[in-house]
């Protein structure tokens, strides 16, 4: 296996586990809603995600294993996808930022700063900030 096959491998397992994250934080309130799917499938087709490879997740996501991000620019980036996709029905539903929580602890985030990390980066999203510029504000405070 070359560098090649490395970094595609690597790239694939990210993308597949992040889709497979999003998509369980929108239909954690049990309805997963127009604007919801609709974030989702952008955020699918920015990763370059084919509809075969979205779809066998969506079917089928306990095939797709968590995948902890590398760098803390990763994590946040991650992160600020999750918590976008919670808010992007204009209302935080408890399931939805539970689940938030509970991931952002397994990708690698402290339990003693999880808390203002996440209302840090609802904050962020209610501001409609970027992500690029969320996420590099953020890692000042957090890395």
Known sequence: ?????????YDKKKRRSHFKNLFSVARADGDVDRAEMDLVIGLAEKFHMSTDEVTRIIRNPEDVALFTPKTAEERMEH?????SVMMVDGRIDEKELFLCK??????????KTIDSL?????????KGNAA???VERLLLKYA
Request: glycine letters at 6%; a negative charge.
């Open 132 to 134: 690029e510029k969320a």
């Open 79 to 83: 992160l600020y996808d999750l918590i």
């Open 1 to 9: 296996m070359g560098l090649s096959d490395l970094f595609n491998s």
């Open 102 to 111: 509970s991931l952002a602890m397994k990708l690698g985030c402290s339990d």
């Open 118 to 126: 996440l209302r840090d980066l609802i904050e962020e999203a209610i």
